[in-house]
């Protein structure tokens, strides 16, 4: 019996060389290209395959882009799913406002599907917006968004194939399938299943289209509380498991204190109760990614939301700063020896010594990449997993069970 197995293992002298078979099989597959499409790549040898990450949408924060991407110039990636959550007032359509204004500055074109009718054309022109490069839609239900979905994708293509395309939906929360419509007000588990079984379906439909093109889907979605859990932080993200699932990245959002006219809204979460002397001005916002495929997962990001233009994406960096050890306070002075002994600055001048001073510009753009990219193999210093969140919780033990 021993011999025999040995004659078995015995490679066949005209075998195939398994990478060579691999590129035969792989031409094998695409012989009806024209047709279908491609079908079929090489992981290493063809830069269009559908798992490659080639280029990402701004969520107008430095700190937030790097927890996502884990790279220089990151964001919300173009060809996957992104699913933003949070509580009412969190910064949802907010953060939605500031990837359409990047992704029309990169040239490309918006279609912003508000089932809430949440979005404040005054202020998402503050913040960038190009109302006149936005597709603006209301549908009525859940079946409805994603035939809005899938036009936009086909319609896109046809008229111009390479252009760069964002669709947010704002939100999926809020959105009810035909069933419900339909129906009366009483409840019924039958309906309430309809709309996973649709959200099912979609993503079933749209998933596998999204990394063949230069496509970025954006959801938000609100968290709700769940009835029956006593213990820690009981909201949870409504809509069943079909998103959650189909998502590359889940950005949680959180809202924090208040700051009024006169506060130091430079100063996070530093002890001080935010309270100026006028109106108040904006909010203190944390920014979580529970969920990651393109870097470590549960990272976070701080950083000020002004209700008058935005997100203060250099105040963040300011406080990273301070937080890291980076920045000295003293006389009133802000002094910064790990880049040279006698330089120093005023706090208030922060944001004009980043655009006059270049080479201390470049100083805060290498650390910045040298304080916020996790190298492959280690383990990130500012990742962790709330316990008492029911929805983190969930997300992380899914994780573990997901093959990797």
């Known amino acids: 019996m021993a011999k025999r197995d040995k004659e078995i293992e015995k490679p066949v002298a005209d075998e195939v060389d398994p990478t060579r078979l691999a590129k035969l099989l792989v031409k094998e597959f695409n012989k009806n290209e024209e047709k279908t499409g491609k079908v079929a790549w090489s992981l290493v040898d063809d830069p269009d395959n559908p798992t490659d990450v080639k280029e990402f949408i701004s969520t107008g924060n430095t700190l937030l882009d790097y927890c996502i991407a884990n790279r220089p110039n990151g964001g919300v990636p173009v060809g996957k799913l992104t699913e933003i959550v949070g509580e009412e007032a969190s910064g949802k359509s907010l953060l939605c406002a500031h990837l359409a204004a990047e992704c029309q500055r990169r040239g490309g074109i918006v279609a912003y599907l508000d089932t809430e009718n949440a979005l404040n054309p005054s202020f998402a022109e503050q913040v960038g917006v190009d109302l006149k490069k936005m597709v603006y839609l209301q549908p009525n239900t859940v079946e409805e968004c994603g035939d809005a979905i899938e036009k936009m994708i086909l319609m896109t293509r046809q008229k111009a194939p390479n252009q760069l395309v964002l669709i947010i939906w704002d939100s999926t929360a809020q959105t009810p399938t035909a069933a419900e419509l339909e129906g009366d007000y009483e409840i019924n588990m039958n309906v309430q299943m309809e709309k996973p079984k649709a959200m099912g379906k979609m993503m079933r439909k749209i998933a596998m289209v999204l990394g063949k093109e230069r496509i970025c889907l954006v959801f938000t979605n609100q968290l709700k509380v769940k009835p029956g859990v006593m213990y820690g932080d009981p909201m949870f993200a409504p809509g069943g498991k079909a998103v959650p699932y189909a998502a590359s990245v889940r950005v949680k959002l959180e809202q924090g204190k208040k700051a009024k006219e006169g506060a130091d809204v430079v100063d996070l979460d530093r002890g001080d109760d935010g309270q100026g002397e006028g109106d108040v001005m904006g909010v203190h916002t944390k920014a979580k990614v529970i969920k990651n495929r393109l870097g470590p997962p549960h990272r976070s990001a701080k950083f000020f939301i002004s ?6 994406d250099e105040q963040s960096w300011f406080q990273l700063f301070r937080d890291k050890g980076l920045f000295e306070k003293g006389d009133g002075w802000i002094k910064v020896p790990s880049y040279k002994k006698d330089f120093k600055f005023r706090g208030s001048a922060w944001a004009s010594i980043l655009k006059t001073d270049k080479e201390f510009r470049k100083w805060v753009d290498s650390k910045l990449e040298e304080l916020m990219v996790v190298k492959y193999g280690e383990k990130p210093t500012d990742a962790e997993v709330d316990p ?15 093959p990797q």
């Open 307 to 312: 209700f008058q233009d935005g997100i203060q």
């Open 388 to 402: 008492e969140s029911l929805l983190e919780v969930e997300q992380f033990t899914q994780d573990a069970l997901e």
